[in-house]
């Protein structure tokens, strides 16, 4: 079978089902290209004097490091000058980049994470980087933060790169998921799988576990349960995982399944959660939900969340459906 490239991906999608017009197909390559980019940077590694701190800090008051910067500006001067956009927001700017005049401006709002997992650039663990699409509201020409508070169920796409042993970019239009392979000698990114669908059943989980004291009891009771193993209630063995970056905890039950929790805990409390909604949160709950898996917040599904700020945070809970369930099952008994 001849390899299919992002761009005949998209050209396809476009001719054959129009869920994808010529600008949300300039938005989508012009991502992807950014991404390439921001994968040669992260690959120099040393070499390119791309690791450590900025030594600067933003909006939500956590260190920069060089990668989160130089991503953030990678994907803003990608972005910029297309004409597909309205404006852009990500977790690196406190509020939204708008188009500059001298460009055209389009109907679409792009916010993302440039980098995701950045603890982890400087110990050589793979990073991402997490973004979503939305339309910007009718008649919006000079695009504030309120434009981009809409629940995730509102997206027109979303997606996600994992830098890692090989850089993969996995997408969803809302109908399906696809991963992408970079072909790094052409290039290219090459469809590897098509139509990704999420196992219903799990037994691998991914939380943070040096903050069990913190959780709330429905949390407690059902990681409990899991540790309890084939002694316990649910009478068989589990195992964790925990990557520390979102996208390839995430990547990785796109793959073959599990349950990833970022839930809410009384260290996280008073921010509403440790996960950004608009552009970790929402992207991922989309592309999961797109390969038959569940996303919440424990109380409530995770793409109806009204947001009420750009850097809003929540409690995270997606993956393998049935595990998802019991966990939200857990929240509604308590
Ligand atoms: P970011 O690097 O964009 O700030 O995101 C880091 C997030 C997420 O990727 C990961 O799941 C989580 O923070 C890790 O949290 P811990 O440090 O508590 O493990
Ligand atoms: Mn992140
Ligand atoms: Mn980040």
Not at 13 to 38: P, Q, Y
Not at 52 to 73: C, F, H, M, R, Y
Not at 277 to 304: C, K, W
């Amino acid at each position: 079978m001849s390899s299919q490239s992002l761009s005949r991906f998209l050209i396809e999608a476009h001719r054959t089902k129009g869920n994808i017009n010529a600008d949300l197909r300039l938005l989508l390559e012009v991502v992807a290209r950014a991404c390439k980019s921001i994968a040669i940077a992260t690959g120099k590694g040393a070499l390119g004097n791309v690791l450590g701190n900025a030594g600067s800090t933003n909006i939500q008051g956590e260190a920069q490091k060089k990668l989160d910067v130089l991503s953030n500006e990678i994907l803003l001067e990608a972005n910029e000058w297309g004409g597909h956009l309205a404006a852009l927001a990500s977790e690196e700017m406190d509020q939204p980049h708008p188009i500059p005049h001298r460009y055209p401006k389009g109907n679409y709002l792009l916010v993302f994470d440039p980098l995701d997992g950045s603890s982890n650039i400087d110990v050589n663990v793979s990073v991402g980087t997490i973004f979503s699409v939305l339309e910007c509201p009718e008649g919006v020409t000079e695009p504030d933060a309120g434009c981009f508070l809409q629940p995730g169920s509102r997206q027109v796409a979303a997606g996600y790169t994992v830098y890692g042993p090989s850089t993969v970019l996995v997408l969803t239009l809302g109908d399906g998921v696809h991963q992408f392979t970079l072909d790094r000698e052409v290039g290219a990114f090459v469809l590897t799988r098509s139509d990704i669908l999420i196992p219903q059943d799990t037994s691998e989980f991914a939380i943070n576990m040096s903050n069990h004291r913190y959780w709330e009891a429905p949390v407690r009771r059902y990681v409990d349960e899991m540790l309890a193993g084939k002694d316990g209630p649910r009478g068989r063995d589990f195992n964790m995982r925990w990557v520390a970056s979102m996208v390839a905890d995430v990547h990785r039950i796109l793959t073959r399944g599990g349950i990833f929790m970022y839930p809410m805990d009384d260290k996280c409390r008073a921010q509403g959660g440790k996960l950004r909604l608009l552009y970790e949160a929402n992207p991922m709950a989309f592309i999961v939900e797109q390969a038959g898996g569940a996303a919440s917040t424990g109380h409530q599904r995770m793409l109806d969340v009204q947001p009420t700020a750009l850097h809003q945070r929540v409690p995270v809970i997606l993956g393998s459906k049935n595990e998802v369930e019991r966990v939200v099952g857990y929240h509604r008994e308590s």
